[in-house]
């Protein structure tokens, strides 16, 4: 499965509603996987090349990348198991992907995404390959680390930001989708994983947006969105 079909292909996200849980489709052309390896408590051992002054979240233009943001790389060996961030991506066509084996098969894949703008993944343990390609080099962060001076008014095409660190936890509002028609996602997560089971809830607005981003969520994710300002 080539990475130009991964891209094409329409990714189901939970979405959480009074009444139960839910499927909804997101539209983004991102893919995601349903394994449930690799939350962020899983992962504990630092990134082998990256200096401790790469430990914690914050400005990327201070950090030596931990490994490139093009290539396949065998977890253990080329990169250890940790959370990285890769930012600055355009919408050329960032795309991440973990997984079980080296078969290069759709069943392999544990979890992946395309990137616009910053991402997170935590690579576990239990992982075997990581794939980047055409993304920003990857720096190694502690995803329990807060610091810096998080925003209150941050783009709705950001990708996925770190709350204490690059955002401040609270309620947001947005005027929903950036351009008409378009497809505005959210997306309140507990760990870096990128499987089901670490959304907390997300959301397609078709309008103007509202969410509360909580104190213990660990990231938030936004695209293609009008930009979002804490009320």
Avoid at 11 to 16: A, C, D, P
Wanted: overall charge neutral.
């Amino acid at each position: 499965m080539s990475h130009t079909s991964r891209k094409s292909l329409i990714t189901r996200h939970k979405v959480l509603t009074g009444g139960g849980a839910v499927l909804a489709l997101m539209t983004l052309g991102a893919c995601t996987g349903t394994d449930t390896a690799g939350k962020d408590d899983a992962a504990k051992k630092p990134a082998a090349s990256a200096p401790a002054s790469a430990a914690a979240g914050g400005d990327s233009t201070q950090k030596k990348a931990a490994f490139k943001g093009s290539g396949t790389f065998e977890v253990g060996k080329d990169v250890q198991p940790g959370t990285y961030r890769t930012t600055g991506n355009g919408t050329a066509g960032c795309y991440w992907e973990r997984a079980k084996d080296s078969s290069g098969e759709a069943d392999s894949i544990i979890s992946n995404d395309n990137v616009t703008g910053t991402s997170y993944v935590t690579i576990a343990d239990t992982d075997k390959i990581f794939k980047s390609n055409d993304c920003k080099s990857w720096e190694a962060v502690d995803p329990k680390a807060a610091g810096g001076s998080p925003k209150t008014e941050f783009s709705g095409k950001a990708g996925m930001l770190k709350v204490g660190t690059d955002i401040a936890p609270g309620t947001y509002k947005s005027a929903g989708p950036a351009e008409e028609g378009g497809g505005c996602y959210w997306e309140r997560t507990k760990n870096a994983a990128h499987d089901l089971d670490s959304i907390i809830a997300n959301e397609n607005p078709t309008g103007p947006a509202i969410v509360t981003i909580g104190a213990d969520d660990a990231y938030f994710k936004t695209n293609d969105c009008g930009d979002w300002k804490k009320s």
